[in-house]
């Protein structure tokens, strides 16, 4: 199924043609198809079932609020790395008991606030983070809920910047620390154990890593279990794949990828927690962007797009591949441009030699693929105001982020008085 595709010449998102959006809006400008999202939610949990399994949306991939009420209303979960995040979770719908609370620095301000709400889970990574939350809870006459996070010391093989489960990466607990810190978790008063946590890493495009980690899960769950500890959820983490390039590494079917959880831990007798972000909202976001001029460089032709790297930074951080498409393609032979924006660094590149059908200064361009850590990357460098955020449904259109105007963001500083 495809929600983002062309009718007679025109680009289209489901029903709305992008240029339409291009006139109301400008650009640059996200545009997301809320019946892609359906499709992938549906698409979750056909294979992960809600009587064993929740959906734990991973919120950091896309934080518009639109984008999460969507999901909240089809029963998602969320998985949370700040109290902001835990906020628009809940704001948007999200219910407390199915929210659990990552990362590694959890502050002791953000661990009140999650308790007071009730989350179902905190995944813990390390022994001074698990101290803490002791303090807070009994301070505040509570059990946290907590699930400690393992390092299994797996190379997910996916670029080194998003690689999470190797045992030089900061996350989670050394695998040889792992007995000591459930032992200790289970003598502090104000810490409840529940489960184990893993997370090896994004954009995964293969199975191997994910089936040594899953055995990891099942492993510990009877050692653990064994020493008396309770086990009763196992949070797979998120990292599946999307495929950003015909021609690129494809990610496994999310069937293969649930089929595998679901064979190794489906019979423990344990609430199976995932956490997708990319495999969720990846593909279900374009951005559209405008051709503002061709310059032919000594070796390169330049297509200098509206769009820079503070709208979409994925290109300069990860040499990330992001498929570029002319809105309405003119004919003639395709050449090779150097698509970059219009910030004050090299980096600022979209994509090298990459080859497109002729285009012309106001012609648009979509990015592909660009639905997950795309607008929530997005900074307003340059004093570029931030991008904003259209969500399409079938023939209808809404904008859930405006563009914010010069006022409002020089407001922010404050100038010294004379
Ligand atoms: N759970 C935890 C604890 C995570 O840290 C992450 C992502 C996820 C779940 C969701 O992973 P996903 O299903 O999206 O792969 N900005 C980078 C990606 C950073 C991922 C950070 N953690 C990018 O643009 O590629």
Known sequence: MAFFDYHEGQFYAENVALEKIAQQVQTPVYCYSASALRHNY?????????????????????????????????????????????RRALQAGIPAEKIVFSG??????????????????????????LELLNEVALSMGKTAPVAVRINPDIDAHTHAKISTGKASNKFGIAWSSIPATYARAAELAGIRVQGIDLHIGSQLTELAPFEQAFNCLAELTGVLRAQGHEISVLDIGGGLGISYEV??????????????????????????????????????????????????GERDEFLIIDAGMNDL???????????????????GEHRAFQVVGPICETGDTFAYGRQLPPLQSGDLVAIMNAGAYGAVMASTYNTRPLVPEVLVDDDRFMVIRKRPGYDEIIGLDTALAE
Do not use: W
């Open 313 to 331: 930074l994925r290109p300069s951080m990860y040499d990330a591949y992001h498929e570029i498409l002319a809105v309405e393609p003119a004919s």
């Open 42 to 86: 549906q698409t979750y949990i056909k294979h992960f079932k809600p009587e064993n399994s929740q959906v734990c949306y991973a919120v950091k991939a896309n934080t518009n609020q639109a984008i999460i009420g969507l999901l909240a209303k089809m029963g998602s979960g969320a998985d949370v790395v700040s109290e902001g995040e835990l």
């Open 247 to 296: 021609d690129g590494p494809q990610p496994p079917e999310l069937a293969d990828y649930a089929a595998l959880a679901n064979n190794i831990l489906g019979g423990l007798g344990c609430r199976i927690l995932v956490e997708p972000g990319r495999s969720m909202v990846g593909n279900t976001g374009i951005l559209l962007s405008e051709v503002i001029y061709l310059k032919r």
């Open 104 to 129: 590694v620095a959890k502050t002791s301000r953000e661990m009140r606030f999650a308790l007071q709400q009730g989350i179902f889970q905190f995944n813990v990574e390390s022994e001074p983070e």
